[in-house]
């Protein structure tokens, strides 16, 4: 097992996914189905949608910090119950528009506390030598979470929209009561009997401030493909299912990295994965950015795969070697405030690429972001010495 409490990081998993499908659901399915019925139009949509996400981004080193303060339990329990007052009001309906956005904007606060509990403790509980491959396990999870959300609710919506507003519901009903059994959840052990000084806090927060540049570029060119996923299709003349053979080579690919380049990143250091990953990610977005992209599927999508198992294992080790003993949740947050911003820009930058230069100006940029990620990494990674992390003992117990 990566985790040395696995029954509580089982449920924080759990919630996470959950936490997901609901959220995914509702932003992505539920709201842009459900606009007529509530009087609003695509502008107000997405200006709704944006304020939740802005919170959600800028609110994430702030809810790290308290969750890792004051412990986790109360704000996860929180941010499950603003998510089901917001669902179960656009279910009801008749609520004036800024009253909606400004709950959304309240869930969006208290959402940004669950991505950096649920990887501080994932960190906190892994298995020594482990830490890797629990982390890149645990940023998976979004996954199941998506499909659910997207996949299976946005059919169901589109058929029967009130069983579909029903799932909803039940899915962060569920992700309530699952946070519940987490309230107990202690603050994570701070090491050291003093406050820090300014100059340890300096120190401590120095490898942090290294990362955060890579950390907006490497979500920026994968951001670049969000809107435009249909549009590429529809220009290579495929449809969905032309993509399932390549899509396996993509999954199988990313499967088997995963462990093995988390083995090695475990075992030696977590570069030795992720300065390969980005060069594979670099390259398998140049195939792509030549002429007939379609004719190399084959080839991109499974190398696609095994770039980012590289990279995910190689960048979470790194980030959890980094990160200030006793102030991981803080970290966490810092790091996915700065994430969020790349994925918030990529689709401005990708729309731009391709209406001026198509397809290869679209994957010629994101292969260009991450050869110079792998440039800045190269340079600034010696810069900083990481924080070695410390054993904890299993007083995280809930």
């Given at each position: 097992?990566?985790?040395?409490?696995?029954?509580?990081?089982?449920?924080?998993?759990?919630?996470?996914?959950?936490?997901?499908?609901?959220?995914?659901?509702?932003?992505?399915?539920?709201?842009?189905?459900?606009?007529?019925?509530?009087?609003?139009?695509?502008?107000?949509?997405?200006?709704?949608?944006?304020?939740?996400?802005?919170?959600?981004?800028?609110?994430?080193?702030?809810?790290?910090?308290?969750?890792?303060?004051?412990?986790?339990?109360?704000?996860?329990?929180?941010?499950?119950?603003a998510?089901?007052?917001?669902l179960?009001?656009?279910?009801?309906?008749?609520?004036?528009?800024?009253?909606?956005?400004?709950?959304?904007?309240?869930?969006?606060?208290?959402?940004?506390?669950l991505?950096?509990?649920?990887?501080?403790?994932?960190?906190?509980?892994?298995e020594?030598?482990?830490?890797?491959?629990?982390?890149?396990?645990?940023?998976?999870?979004v996954?199941?979470?998506?499909?659910?959300?997207?996949?299976?609710?946005?059919?169901?919506?589109?058929?029967?929209?009130?069983?579909?507003?029903?799932?909803?519901?039940?899915?962060?009903?569920?992700?309530?009561?699952?946070?519940?059994?987490?309230?107990?959840?202690?603050?994570?052990?701070?090491?050291?009997?003093?406050?820090?000084s300014?100059?340890?806090?300096?120190?401590?927060?120095?490898?942090?401030?290294?990362l955060?540049?890579?950390?907006?570029?490497?979500?920026?060119?994968?951001?670049?493909?969000?809107?435009?996923?249909?549009?590429?299709?529809?220009?290579?003349?495929?449809?969905?299912?032309?993509?399932?053979?390549?899509?396996?080579?993509?999954?199988?690919?990313?499967?088997?990295?995963?462990?093995?380049?988390?083995?090695?990143?475990?075992?030696?250091?977590?570069?030795?994965?992720?300065?390969?990953?980005?060069?594979?990610?670099?390259?398998?977005?140049?195939?792509?950015?030549?002429?007939?992209?379609?004719?190399?599927?084959?080839?991109?999508?499974?190398?696609?795969?095994?770039?980012?198992?590289?990279?995910?294992?190689?960048?979470?080790?790194?980030?959890?070697?980094?990160?200030?003993?006793?102030?991981?949740?803080?970290?966490?947050?810092?790091?996915?405030?700065?994430?969020?911003?790349?994925?918030?820009?990529?689709?401005?930058?990708?729309?731009?690429?391709?209406?001026?230069?198509?397809?290869?100006?679209?994957?010629?940029?994101?292969?260009?972001?991450?050869?110079?990620?792998?440039?800045y990494?190269?340079?600034?990674?010696?810069?900083?010495?990481?924080?070695?992390?410390?054993?904890?003992?299993?007083?995280?117990?809930?």
């Amino acid at each position: 097992m990566l985790w040395k409490n696995p029954a509580l990081m089982l449920r924080l998993l759990a919630l996470l996914i959950l936490s997901e499908a609901a959220h995914f659901g509702f932003f992505i399915t539920a709201l842009p189905l459900r606009a007529e019925s509530l009087s609003l139009n695509a502008a107000l949509i997405g200006t709704l949608t944006g304020g939740h996400y802005l919170a959600d981004a800028l609110s994430k080193g702030p809810m790290g910090y308290l969750a890792g303060r004051w412990g986790a339990g109360l704000l996860l329990a929180l941010a499950s119950l603003a998510g089901l007052l917001v669902l179960g009001t656009v279910t009801v309906g008749h609520l004036p528009y800024l009253a909606l956005f400004a709950l959304a904007a309240v869930w969006g606060v208290l959402y940004g506390s669950l991505w950096p509990v649920v990887m501080g403790y994932s960190q906190l509980l892994a298995e020594p030598g482990r830490t890797s491959r629990a982390l890149a396990l645990t940023s998976l999870a979004v996954a199941p979470g998506l499909a659910l959300g997207v996949g299976v609710l946005g059919p169901l919506m589109q058929r029967q929209p009130q069983q579909g507003l029903d799932l909803l519901l039940g899915l962060q009903g569920l992700a309530l009561l699952l946070s519940l059994t987490l309230l107990r959840l202690k603050p994570a052990p701070q090491t050291g009997n003093r406050a820090a000084s300014l100059g340890e806090l300096r120190r401590q927060w120095s490898g942090v401030a290294l990362l955060l540049p890579a950390a907006l570029a490497q979500t920026l060119a994968p951001g670049l493909l969000v809107t435009l996923v249909f549009p590429l299709l529809a220009q290579f003349g495929l449809g969905m299912m032309d993509l399932a053979w390549p899509a396996l080579g993509l999954l199988v690919g990313l499967g088997l990295t995963l462990w093995l380049a988390g083995r090695l990143a475990d075992r030696t250091s977590p570069r030795r994965a992720l300065l390969p990953g980005l060069l594979v990610l670099a390259l398998s977005y140049g195939l792509l950015a030549l002429p007939h992209p379609e004719d190399r599927l084959w080839l991109a999508l499974p190398l696609l795969g095994m770039g980012y198992g590289a990279f995910l294992t190689g960048w979470n080790g790194l980030v959890g070697q980094v990160l200030p003993q006793g102030q991981r949740m803080t970290g966490w947050g810092a790091i996915m405030t700065v994430e969020a911003l790349g994925y918030a820009a990529g689709p401005v930058l990708g729309g731009l690429m391709w209406t001026h230069y198509g397809h290869s100006g679209v994957f010629a940029t994101g292969a260009a972001v991450f050869v110079t990620t792998l440039v800045y990494y190269l340079w600034a990674a010696g810069q900083a010495q990481p924080t070695r992390s410390t054993v904890y003992s299993e007083s995280a117990r809930p």
